[in-house]
Nanobody, 125 residues
């Protein structure tokens, strides 16, 4: 499975961005998909995830109510809609996927075998 993340950019505080993750080689319908982010000097952290078939969605407390994860099965993409962005949201955002994620490991980056290359989001104050 190859993942391609896109949609990053520079936005002012309070603005919005939509990230997209496309997959080749396998359909997202049968995969758990997640977004992680990594700010300079910090560890990679969980942002949001959606289990296969999109029936359950998870969010980090820091983005709950501001970010929304969704899938487009026809295009085989997963999007992360980010609103009310804050400077602390600045990071490289990565999409990740795996076919065998147990519930308790959904937020653990070590659980995901497939990763996109990352897309930079910069929120200016």
């Amino acid at each position: 499975v190859q993942l391609q993340a896109s949609g990053g950019g520079v936005v002012q505080t309070g603005g919005s961005l939509r990230l997209s993750c496309g997959a080749s080689g396998r359909t997202f319908r049968n995969l758990a998909v997640a977004w992680f982010r990594q700010a300079p000097g910090k560890e990679r952290e969980f942002v949001s995830a959606m289990r296969s078939r999109g029936d359950t969605k998870y969010y980090a407390d820091s983005v709950k109510g501001r970010f929304t994860i969704s899938s487009d099965n026809a295009k085989n993409t997963v999007a992360l809609e980010m609103t009310r962005l804050k400077p602390e949201d600045t990071a490289v955002y990565y999409c990740a996927a795996d076919g065998h994620i147990i519930l308790s490991s959904t937020r653990d980056p070590r659980s995901y075998d497939y990763w996109g290359q990352g897309t930079l989001v910069t929120v200016s104050s």
